[in-house]
């Protein structure tokens, strides 16, 4: 069988959804003097970093990028952060991540982060999938798909052009 991709968003596509995530991750907190992204490794982490430049062209907020370790397979085993928990305590803090699937890695990384006071918890993904097996939700999101669970969303963030894919 064929596998055909079928482009989702375009370079120029993505980077609008990343602009206006970041004016709404803004107005979220337009009365914080910082906020934290914590992006899950990989492509969570690249699409926090991008989040981080526009806000940083579009607000005073000093943003402190996070990056966040975690076994995708055994979601449950030890989480990481570039940041201690005193870094990001009592601070508004947005947790990224490129796709919302199943929302296994989303959930076990907010559960990570209940274990420090918040001032305001919020989440953020590129693409929602809508086949959720936790009651996770995605507060900041660039499109909403409806796919089949066979299908595959693939990002690519890195270099020049990215784009999104479904397989």
Same mark, same amino acid.
């Given at each position: 069988m064929e596998v055909k991709n079928n482009i989702i968003l375009? &370079? =120029?596509?993505?980077n609008h959804k990343i602009r206006r995530? %970041?004016?709404?991750?803004?107005? %979220?907190?337009v009365n914080e003097?910082?906020?934290? +992204?914590?992006g899950i490794d990989s492509n969570g982490y690249i699409f926090a970093k991008k989040l981080k430049s526009v806000l940083q062209k579009i607000s005073d907020i000093d943003v402190i990028l996070c990056k966040v370790t975690? =076994?995708?397979?055994?979601?449950? +085993? =030890?989480? *990481? /952060?570039?940041l201690s928990p005193d870094d990001y305590k009592n601070k508004s803090l947005v947790l990224v991540d490129d796709v919302l699937n199943s929302g /296994?890695? $989303?959930?076990? #990384?907010?559960?990570h982060f209940l274990n420090v006071p918040l001032k305001q918890? *919020? /989440?953020?993904? $590129?693409?929602?999938?809508? &086949?959720?097996k936790y009651p996770v939700k995605a507060d900041f999101k660039g499109i909403s798909l409806?796919?089949? +669970?066979?299908? &595959?969303v &693939?990002?690519? $963030? =890195? #270099? *020049?052009s990215f784009e999104a894919f479904l397989e």
């Open positions: 375009n &370079h =120029d596509e993505i995530i %970041a004016f709404q991750i803004y107005e %979220a907190n003097k910082e906020v934290v +992204l914590a975690i =076994d995708k397979k055994n979601p449950w +085993l =030890d989480i *990481k /952060t570039s /296994t890695t $989303l959930i076990y #990384g907010v559960k918890f *919020k /989440t953020a993904v $590129l693409v929602n999938r809508n &086949h959720k409806s796919t089949s +669970l066979h299908e &595959h &693939h990002i690519n $963030l =890195d #270099g *020049k």
